[in-house]
C-alpha cells in the first residue's frame, strides 16, 4: 500500500477541490454547518459519518443537485457553483448514486454510451450524413466503452438490460458510466451498499486500482468502515453536519469524539 502510495501524482501548493465553510439550511434544518476541507490531486478521500451527519448533502453540493447556503466549491481554485448539474460532468467532477440510477431498460452499453456524452460535441447534419467526423467521433466512443467494460468486467453482459443484472453488477455499470466521462474527481455515493464481504474485498481494490492506473482522485462516502479505513489516504468525519475530526484513517479512527458519535457514551 505504501509504494502504492508513493505513486500518486505529485501534488501542487493549491488542492485539485477545496471545500470552503459550507452551509446547507433547509428551512429551519441545518443540514450543513460551516464544512471545510481540502483534497489533494491522486488521494482518496473517504467521508463518515453517521445517519443524518450531512454526507449526502455535502455530496449533492459538489455535483450541483444543492446550492450551498453560504460557502464556497472550487475545482482547481475555480468555484464551481455557477454551473448548472448537467455542466458538471465538463469539468471533470463525475459520481455514482446510493441508489442506482441507471436506464434500466437500456442495454449496460448503451448506459455505458450515457457517460461519454460529456466531452463530445457530435451535431445533427454530420450523424444524419454519417460525415467522416462523425464516424470517426462514433469510432473513438466505441472503442473507449469497449476498453471500460473490458477493465470492469462487464464485456460479457454488454448487450444485456440492466434490469435483469445482479446489483452488484449494476453498480459497476454505474461505475463504468462515470468513468466515460473521464472524471478528475470520482464522487461515489456508499458504493459497498448492498455487496457481500467479498464483494466489499473485490471493490476496496478496484477503487485503488482506479486512482493508481487511471490517476483519477477519489471522494468516498461510505458506512462501511473496514472498507474506509483500508483504502483511503485521508478522512473527513462529519456530525449533525459539522466537521468532527479530520486527518489519516488511524487518526479519526482513534478520535474521542468520533468514537463517541459512532458508539456513543455512557452519559447518552
Do not use: W
Not at 443540514?31 to 455530496?59: E, R, W, Y
Not at 448506459?111 to 462514433?138: C, F, K, M, Q, Y
Not at 472524471?183 to 459497498?192: C, G, R, T, V
Request: hydrophobic content about 45%; overall charge neutral; some cysteine.
Amino acid at each position: 500500500m505504501q509504494a502504492q502510495l508513493a505513486q500518486a501524482p505529485a501534488t501542487s501548493a493549491a488542492p485539485l477541490l477545496a471545500v470552503r465553510d459550507v452551509s446547507v439550511v433547509f428551512g429551519g434544518i441545518i443540514a450543513l454547518n460551516g464544512v471545510s476541507f481540502d483534497m489533494k490531486q491522486g488521494h482518496i478521500l473517504g467521508l463518515i459519518g453517521p445517519n443524518g451527519a450531512g454526507k449526502t448533502t455535502l455530496f449533492n453540493c459538489l455535483s450541483r443537485l444543492y446550492q450551498p447556503s453560504k460557502g464556497d466549491i472550487l475545482m482547481e481554485g475555480v468555484s464551481i457553483l455557477k454551473r448548472p448539474p448537467h455542466k458538471i460532468a465538463e469539468i471533470g467532477i463525475g459520481r455514482t448514486f446510493q441508489n442506482v440510477a441507471l436506464f434500466p431498460n437500456m442495454s449496460v452499453l448503451d448506459n455505458v454510451r450515457v457517460g461519454t456524452h460529456a466531452h463530445t460535441n457530435g451535431d445533427i447534419i454530420s450523424d444524419a450524413l454519417r460525415l467522416p467526423r462523425s464516424t470517426s467521433v462514433e469510432a473513438a466512443i466505441n472503442k473507449k466503452v469497449d476498453d471500460i467494460l473490458g477493465y470492469l468486467d462487464l464485456r460479457g453482459v454488454a448487450h444485456a438490460q440492466v434490469s435483469g443484472l445482479p446489483f452488484g453488477t449494476q453498480k459497476r455499470v454505474e461505475l463504468a458510466r462515470a468513468l466515460a466521462a473521464d472524471p478528475k474527481i470520482l464522487l461515489l455515493d456508499e458504493p459497498a451498499g448492498g455487496l457481500n464481504h467479498e464483494e466489499v474485498y473485490v471493490l476496496g481494490d478496484l477503487i485503488r486500482r482506479i486512482r493508481d492506473e487511471r490517476g483519477i482522485t477519489v471522494l468516498l462516502v461510505e458506512h462501511h468502515m473496514g472498507l474506509v479505513m483500508s483504502i483511503a489516504d485521508h478522512v473527513v468525519a462529519l456530525n449533525f453536519g459539522k466537521k468532527l475530526a479530520e486527518g489519516t484513517p488511524a487518526q479519526v479512527q482513534s478520535n474521542p469524539d468520533v468514537i463517541k458519535a459512532y458508539l456513543g457514551s455512557k452519559d447518552q
